[in-house]
């Protein structure tokens, strides 16, 4: 495993894990939670954060949501706050086929697609690759990839 995530120092701020009344600072503290999200899942190499009430307890989203340090943790109506800003933004998607969120599932785009299209040229392009055909098992865990 790799270095263990470095949450910032406001995340030991309680009122972090409320979701603020005022606008503006409501804004603000949605677009903290945003980059929050994509660092943490960038770290752990997390793409499905489970916003829904049974996944926040657990895996990536039971250490991202909740703090046991100051013993505060992120509502079920601030997780969604956030899960919807993060799709408003780009940042994220639903996991869902609806586009929903009905299954709480997000899809975390901690790199952009246009990002991870340029990888995969430049990968194309280093290893001679460039016009075959490639299978998403190739790219993952065929004999030249990173």
Do not use: Y
Request: net charge negative; glycine share 12%; proline share 5%.
């Amino acid at each position: 495993a790799g270095p263990r995530f470095e949450f910032p120092p406001f995340f030991s701020l309680p009122p972090f894990f409320t979701l603020q009344p005022h606008e503006g600072v409501r804004a603000k503290q949605l677009s903290l939670w945003k980059q929050l999200v994509l660092d943490f899942c960038a770290s752990s190499r997390t793409f499905i954060v489970d916003v829904s009430d049974g996944g926040a307890a657990s895996g990536a989203a039971g250490e991202l949501f909740r703090n046991p340090g100051i013993q505060r943790q992120l509502t079920a109506e601030g997780r969604r706050a956030i899960a919807e800003h993060m799709v408003r933004e780009g940042a994220a998607a639903w996991g869902d086929a609806a586009g929903a969120g009905g299954d709480g599932r997000l899809l975390v785009f901690w790199k952009s697609p246009r990002e991870w299209a340029d990888l995969v040229l430049r990968w194309a392009e280093g290893t001679g690759r460039l016009g075959s055909v490639e299978t998403v098992f190739s790219l993952i865990d065929g004999d030249i990839s990173e």
